[in-house]
T-cell receptor, first 116, second 110 residues
Framework: GAVVSQHPSWVICKSGTSVKIECRSL??????MFWYRQFPKQSLMLMAT?????????EQGVEKDKFLINHASLTLSTLTVTSAHPEDSSFYIC????????????FGPGTRLTVL | DAKTTQPTSMDCAEGRAANLPCNHS???????VYWYRQIHSQGPQYIIH???NNETNEMASLIITEDRKSSTLILPHATLRDTAVYYC???????????FGQGTTLQVKP
């Protein structure tokens, strides 16, 4: 199957700082990338959908000014958590799909963010 | 998208078939059924999907009832590495909006 990587795999930061998470599709061109968040013992929650070269579409309740998404190429999307606070501590997971089926997504390994 | 209902947890003996059921009684005619799994602290993994015919790949088989109101994912010879949370999802047609419910936690035991 297709491979998606994320970097970093974990990060610890101080409250008020910004953190950038990268998501790369390594062996295919991802026309669409998705960002999810998962709190402990809960299921994944879709945060936003991004298409290469256009603005991301955010799910209801997700602050677009706090979670900045950039999808500058067909193989790279970034999520920046701005002015992070302890309540933003979570497991952030990206996924990517080609143009054939947006519902068949290939997920990255996730990034564990801890805000102190 | 159609709501799906799965048992919270299941056990399976190693080497035996694991049959994971899913109810999706409100599924519409053009909505596929997708199965993903998530091993602890990893990103989810796509397993299989289908519309109305049974499907099989190297990982699993998917059996969909004729009325499409339910389906069963079959792992033919479960191994300890198959221990994971399994999600049955029926997303709106090709939108990419995967709504993950609580899934079924499958514990494969030696």
């Amino acid at each position: 199957g297709a491979v998606v990587s994320q970097h970093p795999s974990w990060v610890i930061c101080k409250s008020g700082t910004s953190v950038k998470i990268e998501c790369r599709s390594l062996d295919f061109q991802a026309t669409t990338m998705f960002w999810y968040r998962q709190f402990p013992k809960q299921s994944l929650m879709l945060m936003a959908t991004s298409n290469e070269g256009s603005k991301a579409t955010y799910e209801q309740g997700v602050e677009k000014d706090k979670f900045l998404i950039n999808h500058a190429s067909l193989t790279l999307s970034t999520l920046t958590v701005t002015s992070a606070h302890p309540e933003d501590s979570s497991f952030y997971i990206c996924s990517a799909s080609g143009s054939a089926s947006y519902n068949e997504q290939f997920f990255g390994p996730g990034t564990r963010l801890t805000v102190l | 998208d159609a709501k799906t209902t799965q048992p919270t947890s299941m056990d399976c003996a190693e080497g035996r078939a694991a049959n994971l059921p899913c109810n999706h009684s409100t599924i519409s005619g053009n909505e596929y059924v997708y199965w993903y799994r998530q091993i602890h602290s990893q990103g989810p993994q796509y397993i299989i999907h289908g519309l109305k015919n049974n499907e099989t790949n190297e990982m699993a088989s998917l059996i969909i009832t004729e009325d499409r109101k339910s389906s069963t994912l079959i792992l033919p010879h479960a191994t300890l590495r198959d221990t994971a949370v399994y999600y049955c999802i029926a997303p709106p047609s090709n939108t990419g909006k995967l709504i993950f419910g609580q899934g079924t936690t499958l514990q494969v035991k030696p």
